[in-house]
């Protein structure tokens, strides 16, 4: 089952059993909708309340059907719909490259959890994902650390983080770089299938503080969660999609009131993380960015905003995006085209190794 047919399976309060993994992933979702000022205060209204206004919440976000789904098995959930909801944030901006939003989950009067946003629809979101290859802190990894220590300062007793996609790369950079007194009231961390950082945090004192509160999970075919540098101990999660399809969370499976564990990721996924990462080690600063600037200069030279109208009239987005190509400069170009090349060498190279042909070797040039 996923999590819609947990929720309406599990009778059980949080006061009848412990808040889990599963609990998490459900409400991380929930923070990919959209809400009403309403929302914004103290936590107070439930989530019932949100429930019965599903096309409001549910516009213009990614899985519409599924969310729907969801949100109706939560109105009649004895778990989640007496759950209370509050202080919705949301900034974005072109300028600064951002999509940011969080919420507040009041679970019980001394226990409230944290969800981050993922990446949304809109190009721009996708754009600030590739930012993350690019610089030491994104704005929304910074958006997140401010977020949670004001929240931390108007509710009281113990916290739980929790975000899927970039969200769970917000969760682990807000609770590494909160203070020790805020570390304290952390008692986990999920990160669901969350990207990786540019610069390895992994050996800092100040994710050794919060390291074993860190509960990461990523599906079999996982791609997302295993871009640039991530944490070596993660659980894998059977979904019932494939390849890249599987970081939806509505795929991932469970069983018994948890995920359906597996003991190691597919083999093209290691392929995939052993290609992108050398790729992506081999780019300098400069040449990641005005490589990422080229890219998006193409995707937004479509004439579109997000990637399902990017998906709408493909014939004439294409040709729209040639144009654009043929814009750039000579450079730009040519990282694209060299970069399109070397990224294929590597993945047949990454291919061949991970299935004990022949270990890759592979010359950028």
Not at 136 to 148: D, E, G
Not at 180 to 202: C, K, M, V
Not at 298 to 316: E, H, K
Request: one cysteine or more; proline letters at 4%.
């Amino acid at each position: 089952m996923n999590i819609t047919s947990y929720v309406k399976k599990n009778r059980e309060t949080f006061a009848d059993a412990p808040f889990n993994e599963v609990d998490s992933l459900v409400l991380c979702e929930l923070s990919y909708l959209h809400y009403t000022r309403a929302f914004a205060g103290a936590p107070r209204k439930t989530l019932r309340d949100m429930a019965k206004d599903v096309k409001t919440h549910n516009k213009d976000t990614l899985l519409p059907l599924e969310n729907i789904g969801l949100l109706k098995a939560i109105a009649n959930s004895p778990r989640f719909a007496d759950v209370k909801v509050g202080y919705f944030r949301e900034r974005n901006s072109v300028k600064r490259e951002t999509r940011f939003a969080a919420m507040t989950f009041e679970l019980a009067p001394d226990l409230h959890y944290v969800a981050f946003r993922g990446t949304d629809i809109t190009l721009l979101g996708w754009k600030e994902d590739f930012n993350m290859a690019i610089v030491k802190a994104i704005p929304s990894q910074k958006l997140a650390l401010q977020y949670l220590q004001t929240v931390a300062s108007k509710v009281d007793g113990d916290l739980i983080l929790g975000g899927h996609s970039k969200g769970g790369n917000l969760v682990v950079y807000a609770g590494v770089y909160a203070s020790p007194e805020l570390q304290d009231r952390l008692l986990a961390i999920y990160d669901h299938d969350g990207p990786g950082f540019r610069t390895n945090i992994f050996g800092d004192s100040k994710y050794l503080r919060v390291a074993d509160k860190i509960r990461k999970t990523v599906p079999h075919d996982s791609i997302i969660g295993m871009l640039l540098n991530v944490m070596e101990r993660y659980e894998v999660v059977e979904s019932n999609s494939f390849s890249v399809m599987q970081h939806n969370p509505f795929s991932w499976q469970i069983e018994d009131n948890h995920f359906k564990k597996l003991p190691e990721t597919a083999r093209t996924s290691v392929a995939m993380e052993q290609t992108l990462t050398t790729w992506i080690s081999g780019l300098d600063r400069k040449t990641t960015q005005k490589l990422t600037n080229a890219i998006f200069a193409v995707l937004f030279g479509s004439g579109a905003t997000t990637v399902p109208q990017l998906l709408r009239r493909p014939i004439g987005r294409l040709r729209n995006m040639k144009r654009a190509f043929d814009a750039l400069d000579d450079e730009s170009k040519s990282l694209l085209t060299g970069n399109g090349k070397y990224l294929m060498s590597l993945w047949f190279a990454s291919m061949k190794h991970v299935y004990g042909i022949v270990a890759p070797e592979v010359d950028p040039q």
